[in-house]
């Protein structure tokens, strides 16, 4: 006799999307299989509080968040950087270590963790035809939340849960590479920078493993990394923006834009020698 049975799987932050699958139980199981796989990364990423649209930037470092470049000049090269507040931060002075070379653009937002990447890429894409993209997904994937704590975010690393673990970060991760390759664009992995001690949300060294996954990633692809973490791991906590903050303070960001803007201009030279038309 024909069955129905009710499939939920998540669509967003903010919703469901339910399935209803109608037929015999062998005809049924092959549809549900591949609904769960289809969604399976999902599942596991959306937990907790992991997925908000309110991921957290500094005051300070808003400003980093605007759009587009004051100016565009359509004779130069289109970069766009991908990633959360610790690119915010350094977005200005990438764009001004980049003038006159090429129109540096950013999402006006924070890209969050690669939950939130999968269900916004193609907003962040645009129509605009990218020459570079440099991208960054980990800091809000390790991080682990608890909805009835008191800090920034819920951040809780003792009693929270994970805001995407490391299979669902590859699925992830993966899955956007992809996407970002379809541009054509010469693609630049920034490595997640480091997770300082007495972090509240965050375990020390997860930032590594996450960078681990990261780099299998990006070593199948063939896609250079910027390796942050290393650059702010030599800060020594010197430009922390305060005990425990992963973020950092103006001298920080300028240092990390330094990596940025030297990755991005080796990109931009590689692409140029080996496509001449553009």
């Not at 309110?54 to 950087?81: C, H, Q, W, Y």
């Not at 924070?110 to 035809?129: F, M, P």
């Not at 992809?178 to 930032?207: C, F, M, N, Y």
């Not at 800060?235 to 330094?258: C, I, M, Q, T, W």
Request: overall charge positive.
């Amino acid at each position: 006799a024909p069955l129905a049975t009710l499939h939920l799987a998540p669509r967003s932050r903010l919703g469901y999307r339910y399935w209803l699958v109608v037929g015999t139980a062998a005809t049924m199981a092959p549809r549900l299989d591949a609904l769960i796989a289809k969604y399976a990364d999902e599942r596991v990423g959306l937990v907790g509080a992991a997925n908000r649209e309110d991921f957290f930037t500094p005051a300070r470092d808003k400003k980093g968040m605007r759009a587009e470049p004051d100016t565009i000049d359509e004779s130069l090269p289109n970069v766009l950087i991908l990633g959360d507040s610790i690119s915010i931060a350094y977005t200005i002075p990438v764009r001004k270590g980049l003038a006159g070379k090429a129109n540096v653009f950013r999402p006006k937002a924070n890209c969050g963790s690669t939950v939130a990447g999968r269900e916004h890429l193609e907003q962040w894409l645009g129509t605009r035809k990218w020459d570079v993209i440099h991208f960054n997904w980990g800091l809000h994937d390790l991080c682990y939340r608890h909805p009835d704590a008191k800090t920034q975010g819920n951040r809780d690393k003792v009693k929270g849960t994970q805001s995407v673990p490391p299979e669902a970060y590859e699925r992830n991760l993966e899955a956007l590479v992809k996407r970002l390759e379809a541009t054509g664009a010469a693609l630049v992995w920034a490595s997640t920078t480091i997770v300082p001690e007495g972090e509240v949300g965050r375990h020390v060294g997860d930032d590594v493993k996450y960078n681990e996954i990261a780099a299998r990633i990006m070593a199948r692809h063939g896609i250079p990394t910027d390796d942050l973490h290393a650059v702010s791991k030599s800060f020594e906590g010197k430009h922390s923006s305060g005990p425990g903050d992963v973020h950092f303070n103006a001298e920080g960001s300028r240092k990390l834009a330094d990596s940025v803007v030297a990755s991005i201009e080796a990109a931009l030279e590689k692409r140029v020698a080996t496509n001449p038309a553009n």
